[in-house]
């Protein structure tokens, strides 16, 4: 019998869960801050969904199997498609932009390591129905406002914009045809990656001639939007392809993240559908894999679901993000399970703990108490255990005064309530909590 997780689960004890918890509960306060409505899909797809956006190779990377109907299904790896197809069923019937969000569990069977599992959740917002640049600039702020909602700034965090339309009027320019731009983008994406003769190989190997080599790698050293721009100024339509990177960069200025972003054509993101802006968003160091990734992917929806709508969007993982916080020591505290735990001296005294632990239930307050007979040290033991942060002890001569007393467990203070009064009171102490 298989007594552990399968590689690459995970399994979410209590404080596991509740960090997960705070992450979505920051992704979806930042998203809806933007006006994005939140959606899902079905976790299980039709097969065809993904071969028809990626080709038949990503199969290997895929939990699939054929169910008892006898079809071809995956368990989804990604979210767009099934975006796609719910965007195209109502698509006459949506208030354009579209401004959606998820997070969806994703499931892809690859090589483990630091940052990448086999499962993960992950942020997707996307943004249909917009071509112009505020668009691309509003899904970037979304990205970036999330990092800030967990306390990480500009030191800690660092998004590298690129634009496919610009990197493709430099390579063209610099005598690249159409049959070697793939490879050319390759090259350009790998650069960090692979050292510079092997790269070369590639693209002599593509026919490249050494001139347009060399341009290659200079087009791929160039750094902030005055650079691109000066490159593309000497270029067949590099006025053109310079506009809507400008638009982007103009906009995040006025936004004041100017600090969060770096011009850096090396980010091409390895998906082909890609139509212009791209982006990554890394931890200064780049210690880590990417945090998040996305672009502009105006015929996607168009090949997958014929509707013809501009798009831009990103997905954010829990498994990266969880390891900057915990590299940044910005990971919450455990939380308290319960506001309030209840301790009765006496046997006698059940009755009275019953009725005033229900009572603070109605009012919303999360309450314990002991379930046997047993002494208050040992009650109140139980109450540190569960971080409680106040204990209420009911006894006899409490009883007779018609008082409880009530027990501050973090200022280790103590005060006799009046018992028609302690909901009121506990309630105005944990006001904030």
């Given at each position: ?370 379930l046997n007979v047993q002494a208050v040290g040992r009650q109140l033991k139980l109450a540190d255990a569960r971080n409680a942060r106040l204990a209420v002890v009911i006894g006899p001569d409490d009883r007779a005064r ?9 200022s280790k203070s103590q005060r006799a309530v009046p018992r028609q009064d302690v909901v009121v009171d506990l309630l105005a102490s944990l006001d904030g909590r």
């Open positions: 019998m298989q007594t552990k997780a399968l590689p690459g689960f995970r399994e979410f004890y209590p404080p596991d869960l509740a960090l997960r918890s705070y992450i979505f509960r920051t992704w979806r306060a930042v998203a809806t801050r933007y006006g994005f409505e939140e959606y899902d899909g079905p976790p299980l797809e039709p097969l065809e969904l993904y071969t028809a956006k990626s080709g038949d190779e990503i199969v290997g990377q895929l939990y699939n199997f054929i169910d008892k109907g006898g079809r071809e299904v995956a368990l989804r790896p990604e979210m767009t498609p099934t975006l796609a197809r719910m965007v195209a069923a109502r698509a006459n019937g949506l208030k354009k932009p579209i401004r959606w969000f998820s997070i969806p569990q994703l499931f892809r069977y690859e090589r483990q390591q630091r940052g990448r599992l086999r499962e993960h959740f992950q942020l997707n917002c996307d943004l249909i129905g917009e071509p112009g640049p505020l668009g691309d600039a509003e899904v970037i702020a979304l990205a970036v406002d999330v990092m800030r909602a967990f306390r990480l700034g500009p030191k800690d965090v660092r998004v590298r914009v690129s634009d496919r339309r610009v990197l493709r009027t430099l390579l063209v320019g610099a005598g690249v045809t159409e049959a070697q731009l793939d490879t050319a983008y390759g090259a350009v994406d790998k650069i960090e990656r692979i050292d510079r003769p092997a790269l070369a190989a590639q693209l002599e190997a593509a026919r490249l001639a050494s001139t347009a080599i060399d341009r290659v790698f200079e087009i791929a050293a160039l750094r902030g939007l005055a650079q691109v721009e000066q490159a593309l100024a000497g270029v067949p339509g590099g006025e053109a392809a310079a506009a809507p990177l400008r638009g982007l960069v103009q906009a995040l200025e006025a936004m004041g993240l100017t600090d969060f972003i770096e011009v850096d054509l090396t980010i091409v993101r390895g998906l082909a559908y890609y139509t212009g802006t791209v982006f990554e968003l890394f931890d200064a160091g780049r210690s880590l894999r990417a945090i998040c990734g996305g672009g502009r992917y105006d015929s996607l929806l168009q090949a997958l679901a014929g509707v013809d709508l501009p798009a831009q969007g990103f997905g954010m993982g829990d498994v990266v993000l969880t390891e900057l916080l915990r590299d940044r020591g910005l990971l919450p505290e455990t939380p308290s399970s319960i506001d309030a735990f209840l301790a009765g001296v006496t046997e006698d005294d059940l009755p009275h703990v019953l009725a005033l632990a229900h009572d603070l239930r109605d009012a919303g307050l999360r309450v314990e108490y002991a018609g008082e409880v007393m009530v027990k501050d467990l973090t």
